[in-house]
């Protein structure tokens, strides 16, 4: 099992910027790709960003340039970098981590991603 925790959500007027954590504890985080998803109200969550377990990061096309992913496997840690935000970018951000081959594996899919956190609310007014 891998338990994750999101934080650094928040109110941000447009234009502004948000860098959110998610903390794994459980397995060994290293193992894992870790994802991001986003779900705004009365739509279907939906890809944001992913890293590999070797590091190799993955974005939806809109938000390479303004959103960066990292993470630190010392600390378990992943992170979204988010600059730029637009309204349209209010949602509550999910972490996810799972088990995605680097051949052929689906990085923007849902179903590759077993364990979720709670979610954190971003809200970004105009």
């Known amino acids: 099992q891998v338990q994750l925790v999101e934080s650094g959500g928040g109110l941000v007027q447009a234009g502004g910027s948000l860098r959110l954590s998610c903390l794994a504890s459980?397995?060994?985080?290293?193992?894992?790709?870790m994802g991001w998803f986003r779900q705004a109200p009365g739509k279907e969550r939906e890809f944001v960003a992913a890293?590999?377990?070797?590091?190799?990061?993955y974005y939806k096309d809109v938000m390479q340039g303004r959103f960066t992913i990292s993470r630190d496997n010392v600390k378990n840690t992943g992170s979204l970098q988010m600059n730029s935000l637009k309204p349209e970018d209010t949602a509550v951000y999910y972490c996810?981590?799972?088990?995605?081959?680097?051949?052929?594996?689906?990085?923007?899919?849902?179903?590759?991603?077993?364990?979720w956190g709670q979610g954190t609310q971003v809200t970004v007014s105009s």
């Open positions: 996810a981590a799972g088990t995605i081959s680097s051949y052929g594996g689906d990085y923007y899919a849902k179903s590759s991603y077993r364990y």
């Open positions: 459980g397995r060994t985080f290293s193992n894992y790709a």
């Open positions: 890293i590999s377990n070797g590091g190799i990061n």
